[in-house]
């Protein structure tokens, strides 16, 4: 990514965040847990929708302030947290992996969480590709059993504004 590139989306970020609202965690209704967790060596800057299905109304998601990084809205590297989302509806996750302000990373990934289950949503970078993996911990008799979860999809990326406000197919 040349400079002039780099300049433009970072501004393109802050212009951005400026529209965006802090994600609320439900605290009523059918609620799931999602534990994030950030196994590379990138810090991510998290979005997400109060639609999940049209990935519209952009929310950004701030971790506690044991787990950010130096400019207090980004999740650090090899770090964690726990939020509440919506259940039985789809839930989008935008990470924006990047190091020394250079994009590194970018992902869009859509689920449908059940209530009262918890999930776990792995970021990973190696070598130049990124992955981003979701599991759902069901209890059993024996103790609890990490499943792939089944309704987990990634998501095109595109520009909002030629897609209905929309940036995700």
Not at 31 to 53: H, Q, Y
Request: proline share 4%; with cysteine.
């Amino acid at each position: 990514m040349n400079h002039v590139n780099l300049i433009f989306s970072l501004s393109l970020c802050g212009l951005l965040s400026a529209c965006m609202t802090k994600y609320i965690e439900p605290s009523q209704g059918e609620i799931a847990r999602l534990k994030i967790v950030n196994n590379s060596n990138l810090f991510l800057r998290l979005t997400t929708f109060e639609d999940g299905s049209t990935c519209k109304g952009w929310q950004e998601l701030i971790p506690p302030k044991d787990q950010l990084e130096i400019n207090n809205r980004d999740l650090k590297q090899m770090a964690s947290f726990s939020i509440n989302i919506r259940a039985n509806a789809e839930f989008s996750l935008q990470t924006h992996g990047y190091f020394a302000y250079v994009t590194k990373c970018e992902m869009l990934t859509t689920f449908y969480p059940q209530p009262n289950l918890t999930y776990e949503m792995h970021y990973s970078y190696n070598e130049g590709a990124c992955s981003l993996g979701v599991i759902k911990l069901v209890k059993t008799p024996d103790g609890t059993k990490a499943e792939p979860e089944k309704t987990l999809r990634q998501r095109e990326i595109v520009a909002g504004i030629t897609n209905s406000g929309s940036i995700c197919k």
